[in-house]
């Protein structure tokens, strides 16, 4: 998946909730909690590495859509990917870039428009907070739903907070680093200081 990597607690704070009666393996482990940009099926090592070619040889785009300076994101509210708040798969929150330049959604749209042939997604930059396929199957071999009502009526407008984006990440899913985070198989730092 290409991603952006966000250091926060919103995860901690919903799951810690007890009262919610959700059961804790539904929530993203704080420690891989990014925002995602779009998944890629890279099912060998051959297509892993056609891609973090891609994603380097277009650093230099991405950096130009960025102005070379920081770019700050807000998350605030959480949001349904599809379903209902009773029979929910995915609930994620939805991203802001803060100012009004846009320059965040640029540099994905270069990301997203890359030739990455193995693309399954629409551009949506999103951070999960919580998704049914951590949950163990059901009888009939299926990811069961579960009820988010709670969560809404007590985080549905939560502001969680400004953060800065500090670099793209080519993450592999289901392989960590010693960090506890996906593995990343290739990187475009982004403008941490503002250029005088």
């Known amino acids: 998946m290409a991603s952006f990597g966000v250091g926060t607690n919103l995860v901690d704070v919903i799951c810690h909730l007890t009262d919610l009666k959700i059961g804790k393996s539904v929530f993203i482990k704080p420690q891989t909690f990014h925002l995602t940009v779009l998944m890629l099926k890279l099912w060998n090592q ?10 380097k040889s277009t650093s230099l785009r991405v950096l130009d859509a960025l102005d070379n300076r920081p770019v700050f994101v807000r998350l605030k509210g959480l949001d349904l990917m599809r379903g209902s ?10 991203v802001e870039e803060i100012g009004s330049e846009n320059r965040l959604l640029h540099a994905c749209s270069i990301l997203f428009s890359l030739n990455f042939e193995y693309a399954k997604s629409e551009l949506k930059l999103h951070a999960t907070v919580m998704n049914a396929r951590h949950r163990k199957r059901g009888k009939k071999g299926r990811f069961s739903s579960f009820n988010a009502r709670a969560v809404f009526e007590h985080f549905g407008s939560e502001d969680w907070g400004e953060y800065l984006i500090r670099e793209a990440h080519l993450s592999q899913r289901f392989k960590y680093d010693e960090n506890g985070y996906y593995h990343c198989c290739a990187s475009i730092p982004f403008p941490e200081n503002i250029s005088s």
């Open 85 to 94: 708040f009773t029979k929910a798969r995915v609930v994620y929150a939805p």
């Open 46 to 55: 051959k297509r892993v590495d056609l891609a973090a070619q891609v994603l």
